[in-house]
Nanobody
Framework: QVQLVESGGGLVQAGDSLRLSCEVS????????MGWFRQAPGKERAFVAA????????YYEHSVKGRFTISRDNGENTVYLQMNSLTPEDTAVYYC?????????????????????WGQGTQVTVSS
């Protein structure tokens, strides 16, 4: 059974940085595209970033491009999200997820339905 455990969230001030981690077990991590999503209060879960199984391709939601960086360490079964220049609009619960299909990333990388395993989430709160 696949398990994803996120960590690294917290309360920070605007302009600060955080790095989220997500460790995956129960699936061949290096075979799957990974994604980060976030859900703010009263809103639907939304795409933040994705990275292909080898890390050769990355994808970002437009509001985080240039501020956030997704990366992975296949030897450690871990995907990261480095978040810089945080703003109060980045406040949300952040989730990592495993793409359904191995060795593939389709045009649906930004859709929650494209992923079949999720972590429990980690809270990020940015104060102004």
């Amino acid at each position: 059974q696949v398990q994803l455990v996120e960590s690294g969230g917290g309360l920070v001030q605007a302009g600060d940085s955080l790095r989220l981690s997500c460790e995956v077990s129960g699936r061949t991590f290096s075979s799957y595209t990974m994604g980060w999503f976030r859900q703010a209060p009263g809103k639907e879960r939304a795409f933040v970033a994705a990275i292909s199984w080898r890390g050769s391709a990355t994808y970002y939601e437009h509001s985080v491009k240039g501020r956030f960086t997704i990366s992975r360490d296949n030897g450690e079964n871990t995907v990261y999200l480095q978040m810089n220049s945080l703003t109060p609009e980045d406040t949300a619960v952040y989730y990592c997820a495993v793409y359904r299909r191995a060795y593939y990333v389709g045009n649906n990388y930004g859709e929650t339905a494209a992923y079949d395993a999720w972590g429990q989430g980690t809270q990020v709160t940015v104060s102004s």
